[in-house]
Nanobody, 113 residues
Framework: QVQLVESGGGLVQAGGSLRLSCAAS????????TGWYRQAPGKERELVAG???????TYADAVKGRFTISRDNTKNTLYLQMNSLKPEDTAVYYC???????WGQGTQVTVSS
């Protein structure tokens, strides 16, 4: 069965950095397009970064230049490196396919002013 488990969230001050991890089982990141989504309270879930099976990446305008999506094929793990964090980045972050399946628990990122 496909499983995705997010981790790495936490509380950080504005300007700080975090790296989120998504451990996968039941498929290989090498063969599917995946990404990181986030949802803030009262807001719609949005895609913030995506990576294709071939490794091409895309970013939401709000995070471009600050966030980097990557994967470790050996570990079958997806990452989101988040730098220069802003309070508006506060949200629950999820990993999923770019054609999303079920959503997991996500990991909370809170950026203080």
């Amino acid at each position: 069965q496909v499983q995705l488990v997010e981790s790495g969230g936490g509380l950080v001050q504005a300007g700080g950095s975090l790296r989120l991890s998504c451990a996968a089982s039941g498929f290989s990141f090498r063969f599917v397009a995946t990404g990181w989504y986030r949802q803030a309270p009262g807001k719609e879930r949005e895609l913030v970064a995506g990576i294709s099976a071939g490794g091409s990446t895309t970013y939401a305008d709000a995070v471009k230049g600050r966030f980097t999506i990557s994967r470790d094929n050996t570990k079958n793990t997806l990452y989101l490196q988040m730098n220069s964090l802003k309070p508006e980045d506060t949200a629950v972050y999820y990993c999923n396919f770019l054609q999303p399946g079920a959503w997991g628990q996500g990991t909370q990122v809170t950026v203080s002013s």
